[in-house]
Nanobody, 121 residues
Framework: QVQLVESGGGLVQAGGSLRLSCAAS????????MAWYRQAPGKQRELVAG???????NYADSVKGRFTISRDNAKNTVYLQMNSLKPEDTAVYYC???????????????WGQGTQVTVSS
């Protein structure tokens, strides 16, 4: 079983920065894409940023130029550096990873429990 544990959320003023981390643990053969999603109250969960195993990245238009996703493959950890935060970035942020594990063919999606990010105006 793969577990994803997020950390780094909190309360910050508009214009400030936060860095989220997500560490994956368990028996993992291969970690493919890792990503961050977010869900604001009353809204659907949306992709914020993703990073492939080869480190190519993609971002939601709303965070381009402000957020940076990175990963440490040796640690199976993904990071999200969030700068110039805005009140509209307030949401629960979820880590997502596609992993290959022993005993299961193909890759499966795993989710963290979420971490709250609140940006005050």
């Amino acid at each position: 079983q793969v577990q994803l544990v997020e950390s780094g959320g909190g309360l910050v003023q508009a214009g400030g920065s936060l860095r989220l981390s997500c560490a994956a643990s368990g028996a993992i053969f291969f970690m493919n894409t890792m990503a961050w999603y977010r869900q604001a109250p009353g809204k659907q969960r949306e992709l914020v940023a993703g990073i492939a195993s080869g480190s190519s990245t993609n971002y939601a238009d709303s965070v381009k130029g402000r957020f940076t996703i990175s990963r440490d493959n040796a640690k199976n950890t993904v990071y999200l550096q969030m700068n110039s935060l805005k009140p509209e970035d307030t949401a629960v942020y979820y880590c997502n990873a596609e992993a290959w594990v022993p005993g299961r063919p193909g890759g499966y999606d795993y989710w963290g429990q979420g971490t709250q990010v609140t940006v005050s105006s």
